[in-house]
């Protein structure tokens, strides 16, 4: 009798153990990963070039590659510029798709900036890559088409800017918006025509300098084109210094366009100082948002209010560091250095600064 009762009560015991451990399965929690949509960018298209001068970067005083540090801080994009034809085969197809392969392996998202050119483009100069000034037209939007389609070919970005700040068009003189604005704007549908034929998942962007009224009149112009994102330069140096404003245009463009809104360039200095004789684009009191002064601190809240109002609003999908490794990469007397380093995201000992934890996931 009593070797009955035993069987019956290690039965029991089983039993409960097993829909203990059933139950246990049941609400143990997936661990799926949280969608992250949010884009948290930083451009470091110098950085091929100054790692082969012999910059090293570090975290808290220890060595560390450049590209690893952002990606522990949170940052899920790299932003890469490309020229056609350069001087000096720096930003070059070669260079960059090595370090978009780079960024791949890190397991961070590509941002291709097509400038169009050999060198600079920005507002105020969009001049054509070399071999490409005498083309007619027509052969000028075949060969916009051709090299757009083995960008997407070679690299496979996961967005892509067609120009870089394009406020009055690219590819001068044929391409001006102002001057010619339907050659602009089919040279510029041109490329997004081939990045479709491409990818059915690339993001295309378009990118404009500045904020308020100039780029309401910019992106009306452009909404014939096929495209994914509006990006949009943001420096109080040159674009105001009211927070506010910038809200208020990405909310006014995301609606009246139906787009998502990227700032696609910022940047803060953390002192109004330098660590080269190359001339800063920024040093003075002046040029600051008043509640931020050039400090570590202050420059870290500045990236924060950024990527906050961005968040916030229902049409921002994410911003982008610009000049992020700038750092005074050829010693403290070099003319040809950074023009940036006292805004870049390392300190003026090449240490990586309390601002990249805004590119955090929270």
């Given at each position: 009798?009593?070797?009955?009762?035993?069987?019956?009560?290690?039965?029991?015991?089983?039993?409960?153990?097993?829909?203990?451990?059933?139950?246990?399965?049941?609400?143990?929690?997936?661990?799926?990963?949280?969608?992250?949509?949010?884009?948290?960018?930083?451009?470091?298209?110098?950085?091929?070039?100054?790692?082969?001068?012999?910059?090293?970067?570090?975290?808290?005083?220890?060595?560390?590659?450049?590209?690893?540090?952002?990606?522990?801080?949170?940052?899920?994009?790299?932003?890469?510029?490309?020229?056609?034809?350069?001087?000096?085969?720096?930003?070059?197809?070669?260079?960059?798709?090595?370090?978009?392969?780079?960024?791949?392996?890190?397991?961070?998202?590509?941002?291709?900036?097509?400038?169009?050119?050999?060198?600079?483009?920005?507002?105020?100069?969009?001049?054509?890559?070399?071999?490409?000034?005498?083309?007619?037209?027509?052969?000028?939007?075949?060969?916009?088409?051709?090299?757009?389609?083995?960008?997407?070919?070679?690299?496979?970005?996961?967005?892509i800017q067609i120009g870089n700040e394009i406020n009055s068009g690219f590819l001068w003189p044929?391409?001006?918006?102002?001057?010619?604005?339907?050659?602009?704007?089919?040279?510029?549908?041109?490329?997004?025509?081939?990045?479709?034929?491409?990818?059915?998942?690339?993001?295309?962007?378009?990118?404009?300098?500045?904020?308020?009224?100039?780029?309401?009149?910019?992106?009306?112009?452009?909404?014939?084109?096929?495209?994914?994102?509006?990006?949009?330069?943001?420096?109080?140096?040159?674009?105001?210094?009211?927070?506010?404003?910038?809200?208020?245009?990405?909310?006014?463009?995301?609606?009246?366009?139906?787009?998502?809104?990227?700032?696609?360039?910022?940047?803060?200095?953390?002192?109004?100082?330098?660590?080269?004789?190359?001339?800063?684009?920024?040093?003075?009191?002046?040029?600051?948002?008043?509640?931020?002064?050039?400090?570590?601190?202050?420059?870290?809240?500045?990236?924060?209010?950024?990527?906050?109002?961005?968040?916030?609003?229902?049409?921002?999908?994410?911003?982008?560091?610009?000049?992020?490794?700038?750092?005074?990469?050829?010693?403290?007397?070099?003319?040809?250095?950074?023009?940036?380093?006292?805004?870049?995201?390392?300190?003026?000992?090449?240490?990586?600064?309390?601002?990249m934890d805004a590119f955090s996931q929270n």
């Open positions: 009798m009593k070797s009955v009762f035993k069987i019956i009560f290690l039965i029991t015991i089983l039993h409960l153990f097993s829909c203990s451990s059933r139950e246990q399965e049941v609400n143990t929690p997936t661990t799926t990963p949280i969608p992250d949509d949010f884009i948290r960018a930083a451009d470091m298209s110098y950085l091929p070039l100054i790692e082969s001068e012999g910059t090293i970067f570090k975290k808290n005083g220890v060595a560390e590659n450049a590209l690893t540090t952002l990606k522990n801080a949170g940052c899920n994009t790299i932003r890469i510029r490309i020229w056609k034809n350069p001087s000096d085969n720096h930003s070059g197809l070669t260079e960059v798709k090595a370090l978009a392969l780079r960024v791949k392996q890190a397991g961070m998202k590509i941002w291709l900036t097509v400038h169009y050119s050999d060198t600079w483009a920005d507002p105020g100069s969009q001049t054509p890559p070399s071999d490409w000034t005498s083309l007619s037209f027509a052969n000028l939007k075949t060969a916009v088409s051709n090299y757009t389609t083995l960008l997407m070919t070679e690299i496979q970005p996961d967005i044929q391409g001006h918006l102002i001057n010619n604005e339907s050659q602009c704007l089919q040279l510029i549908s041109a490329a997004s025509t081939a990045i479709r034929n491409q990818s059915a998942t690339t993001k295309i962007m378009i990118h404009y300098a500045g904020i308020g009224s100039g780029a309401t009149w910019f992106f009306n112009k452009m909404s014939s084109i096929n495209y994914d994102y509006i990006g949009l330069s943001y420096y109080p140096v040159w674009h105001g210094k009211i927070l506010s404003e910038v809200n208020a245009t990405i909310t006014s463009l995301g609606e009246t366009h139906n787009k998502k809104v990227i700032i696609a360039e910022t940047a803060y200095p953390f002192t109004l100082g330098y660590n080269d004789y190359t001339n800063n684009i920024l040093g003075l009191a002046n040029q600051l948002v008043p509640t931020y002064p050039a400090t570590n601190q202050g420059q870290k809240e500045f990236l924060l209010a950024i990527k906050n109002l961005v968040k916030q609003n229902s049409r921002g999908l994410g911003f982008c560091y610009w000049g992020a490794e700038w750092v005074a990469f050829r010693g403290p007397t070099a003319t040809n250095g950074s023009s940036w380093e006292n805004q870049a995201l390392w300190d003026f000992n090449n240490n990586a600064l309390p601002v």
